[in-house]
């Protein structure tokens, strides 16, 4: 359980299918994937992240408010092929009803730390199609900078940030 001002990252279980299903079955909030999910690979979804948790001690975790405990969203770390490597990757979904409110960068941020105190990566990487500016916003708010443009089958081009673990090092004496 990672905790931040706002915020409580938790495991998913199976109970967390209906809120799960209201975010990526959204048109609007999937615009810059392939299809919206149904209800069989929003389910997937979640077995997928279960998965995460048994073989790597990691995955997406559920973004839930300490306030009232509602479920807003997702924000962890997987395994992604990016521009053919198998990396280390910060991703996020956040409902709707809750954009810019600085909801994906305070996950992101507390992820990130997590994963360079409790792994041996050295970089940690965020990647997304060229149009997701939400996205690549984020990643920016994480300290991460563009190290790749490459096309990609899904997204047509993909956009890869990144930070090193002495960048990571700087950035948190900076804010001491
Ligand atoms: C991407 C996403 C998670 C951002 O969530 P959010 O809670 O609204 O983001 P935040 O409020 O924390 O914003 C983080 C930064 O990005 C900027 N940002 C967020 N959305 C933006 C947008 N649509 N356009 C421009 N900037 C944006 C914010 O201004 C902030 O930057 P700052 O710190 O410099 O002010 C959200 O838009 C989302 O769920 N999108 C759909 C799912 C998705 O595409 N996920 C990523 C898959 S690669």
Redesign the pocket.
């Known amino acids: 359980m990672i905790e931040t001002e706002r915020l409580l990252l938790r495991e998913y279980t199976p109970d967390d299918f209906d809120a799960l299903y209201e975010?990526?079955s959204d048109p609007?909030?999937?615009?810059?994937?392939p299809a919206p999910f149904d209800e069989a690979r929003t389910k997937r979804w979640i077995d997928w992240n279960l998965e995460n948790y048994r073989q790597y001690g990691f995955g997406l975790w559920a973004v839930v408010l300490k306030e009232t405990g509602e479920f807003i969203?997702d924000?962890g770390i997987t395994i992604q092929n990016i521009d053919g490597e198998m990396l280390p990757e910060i991703?996020?979904?956040?409902?709707?009803k809750?954009?810019?409110?600085?909801?994906?960068?305070?996950?992101?941020r507390a992820v990130r730390d997590w994963v360079f105190q409790n792994t041996d990566y050295d970089t940690i990487y965020?990647?997304?199609?060229y149009t997701?500016?939400?996205?690549?916003?984020?990643a920016?708010?994480?300290g991460m900078k563009k190290v790749k443009e490459y096309p990609d089958p899904k997204n047509t081009i993909s956009y890869a940030y990144a930070i090193a673990r002495d960048e990571w090092k700087k950035l948190k004496e900076q804010q001491v």
């Open positions: 975010i990526v609007e909030t999937m615009q810059h994937y969203g924000c991703g996020y979904h956040i409902h709707k809750y954009w810019r409110r600085g909801f994906a960068k305070e996950a992101a965020s990647y997304m199609k997701n500016v939400g996205s690549y916003s984020t920016m708010a994480n």
